[in-house]
């Protein structure tokens, strides 16, 4: 069985940093791109970031290039996203989901981060 | 960027009933169109991928229809559990990008 279970989040001020962690199992990690999407508090879904299986191409929507940083850990079976300079914009249920051939197939429960003084 | 158009936003409709979502792409896309479903409080689930395959364990009555820049999920015999909002996504070009939504309630 599929698994995905982010971690990391929490009440953050603005400016700030913060590093998610998703740790997968129940699928050969190694083999699959990985992404972020995240859904602001009662909106809709925004993806945030995509990573290929062997972290060759990364790409990253437009609202965060530059500030935060997709990586994974192929060894540990885990996918990070490290979020600096972060704004209230970002305070949203951050998922960790697996690309099957460009759709998400897997996702995980999300985590929350809150931006806020 | 591609931007997705979904319609409608919200939709209420009797137990059995047939609905149908719209969602239309500013370019083609190529039948590379996901629709998910997310339950309230859940992570979203992945319904249809290719724009008219089922995913694996999704019940029959919903399907996937369209081409080009214009795609559809239908819901036969509308269940209780089927109350959810609805994405549709494509996956043509980077940056991926999702429709609004479309939440759907019991009349």
């Known amino acids: 069985e599929v698994q995905l279970v982010e971690s990391g989040g929490g009440l953050v001020q603005p400016g700030r940093s913060l590093k998610l962690s998703c740790l997968a199992s129940?699928?050969?990690?190694?083999?699959?791109?990985m992404n972020w999407i995240r859904q602001a508090p009662g909106k809709g879904l925004e993806w945030v970031a995509s990573?290929?299986?062997?972290?060759?191409?990364?790409y990253y929507a437009d609202t965060v290039k530059g500030r935060f940083t997709i990586s994974r850990d192929n060894a540990k079976n885990t996918l990070y996203l490290q979020m600096t300079s972060l704004r209230s914009e970002d305070t949203a249920l951050y998922y960790c989901?697996?690309?099957?051939?460009?759709?998400?197939?897997?996702w995980g429960q999300g985590v929350m981060v809150t931006v806020s003084s | 960027d591609i931007q997705m158009t979904q319609s409608p936003a919200s939709l209420s409709a009797s137990l059995g009933e047939t609905v149908t979502i719209e969602c239309r792409a500013s370019?083609?896309?190529?039948?590379?169109l996901a629709w998910y479903q997310q339950k309230p409080g859940n992570s979203p689930q992945l319904l249809i991928y290719?724009?008219?395959s089922l995913a694996d364990g999704v019940p029959s009555r919903f399907s996937g229809s369209g081409s080009g820049t214009q795609y559809s999920l239908k819901i036969n015999s509308l269940q209780s559990e089927d109350v959810a909002s609805y994405f549709c996504?494509?996956?043509?070009?980077?940056?991926?990008?999702f429709g609004s939504g479309t939440k759907l309630e019991i009349k």
């Open positions: 370019e083609d896309i190529y039948s590379n």
């Open positions: 129940g699928f050969t990690f190694s083999n699959y791109g």
């Open positions: 290719d724009a008219n």
């Open positions: 989901a697996k690309l099957g051939l460009g759709y998400f197939d897997y």
């Open positions: 990573i290929s299986s062997s972290s060759s191409y990364i």
């Open positions: 996504q494509q996956y043509n070009n980077y940056p991926f990008t």
